[in-house]
Nanobody
């Protein structure tokens, strides 16, 4: 079992960058696919990006392709989300989650078993 803990959120101007980190406790981190989701006030929690256990496969929501990059370091039990060219519509609470299923990383939040508490990202115009 892993317990994700997010960090790295903050306030940034449009066009700026942030790097989110998700440190996960547990010796089995490297066997989990990891995903990032976000939730804006009054809206549902949406998929952002995910990465397979090995890091060899990634998937993104169309709205962040070319701007966000997900990566992981299994030696550090950490997954990252590098966010560039940020827009006000990226403002949300960002969550990290772990999925123990094998195969391609999932875009479905119901497939993720372990969730962090979230880190706030606010992009000003």
């Amino acid at each position: 079992q892993v317990q994700p803990v997010e960090s790295g959120g903050g306030l940034v101007q449009a066009g700026g960058s942030l790097r989110l980190s998700c440190a996960a406790s547990g010796r089995t981190f490297s066997t989990y696919a990891m995903g990032w989701f976000r939730q804006a006030p009054g809206k549902e929690r949406d998929f952002v990006a995910a990465i397979s256990w090995s890091g060899g496969r990634t998937v993104y929501v169309d709205s962040v392709k070319g701007r966000f990059t997900i990566s992981r370091d299994n030696s550090e039990n950490t997954v990252y989300l590098q966010m560039n060219s940020l827009k006000p519509e990226d403002t949300a609470l960002y969550y990290c989650a772990a999925d123990r299923r094998l195969g391609d990383p999932s875009t479905n939040l119901r497939d993720y078993e372990h969730w962090g508490q979230g880190t706030q990202v606010t992009v000003s115009s």
